[in-house]
């Protein structure tokens, strides 16, 4: 697709001045100069055109916000002094895997006063001796090169990655959040459950005392009625001795 109408269709109903990142990466030039990318673009503030064929930078128009800007993988041999001119609020350039080949071809950049982090991987000039010492001290602005500082420390993620990395957080406190209501609701249910379990149990021990209770008195009423009976027998027993000692009396 060329570059024109791919950013035509990146613009999605937008104007170009509501645009602040546009990428067209993998696009075609037809003649290695930027087309379709004006001064409208005033607001854009990140811009990749990554293995797009470029060769040279002179129609990149004027973008005052631009922070960020990658150009990895293109065919730029030099006239850096563009981005100077037009991008004068870079922080971050990417030429990694373009056709620079002189440490003098990277003058221009001194310019871009506010430039912290230079990619030059796979440029021939990574293989020029004393090739990190001598960038740093022709671009003293420059904090990082190729990722890292003078003293070899790691570059912290960007920006982007951190505001990634910030939405991720607050999404993972929200299903912890989630799952905590969850175990609270359950926790609740099982407290209701255990105290409709413990007035039951209640109630059956209750149950369970008046049953002893019961029994208790029937008990006591068989035991009064035997007793009753068993004087009841004494009682004739006595009777019927009574009348037998009459008897041999009355012999």
């Known amino acids: 697709m060329e570059m024109k109408k791919r950013i035509s269709l990146e613009l999605r109903n937008r104007t170009p001045a509501e645009v602040a990142e546009l990428v067209v990466d993998n696009c075609r030039t037809s003649d290695g100069e930027i087309e379709g990318l004006t001064d409208e673009f005033k607001e854009l503030e990140f811009l990749s ?16 916000k631009l922070r960020k800007l ?11 002094e563009t981005l100077a001119e037009k991008c004068a609020n870079l922080t971050y ?5 373009n056709k620079i080949k002189e440490l003098s071809t990277l003058e221009a950049l001194q310019n871009l006063k506010n430039l912290k982090s230079l990619d030059l991987f796979n440029c021939e000039i990574t293989t020029l001796e004393d090739y990190r010492e001598s960038i740093f001290e022709l671009l ?27 939405e991720d957080g607050e999404e993972g406190a929200g299903h912890l959040g989630e799952y905590e209501e969850e175990e609270e609701e ?3 249910e099982g ?15 209750i149950q369970d005392e008046e049953d002893d209770d019961d029994y ?5 009423e068989g035991e009064e009625e035997e007793a009753g009976v068993r004087g009841e027998k004494r009682k004739r027993v006595a009777e019927d001795e009574g009348e037998d000692d009459d008897d041999e009396d009355d012999d």
């Open 49 to 64: 055109m990554v293995n797009v064929g470029l060769t040279s930078l002179a129609k990149l128009p004027a973008l005052p």
């Open 70 to 80: 990658e150009l990895s993988d293109n065919n730029i041999t030099g006239a850096l």
């Open 93 to 97: 350039l990417n030429l990694s895997g």
């Open 140 to 166: 003293p602005q420059v904090t990082y090169l190729d990722g890292f500082d003078a003293e070899d420390n790691e570059a912290p993620d960007s920006e982007a990655d951190d505001d990634d990395d910030d």
């Open 186 to 188: 359950e926790d609740e």
């Open 191 to 205: 407290s209701e459950g255990g105290e409709v379990g413990l007035s039951y149990l209640m109630k059956e021990d």
């Open 216 to 220: 208790v008195e029937e008990e006591e």
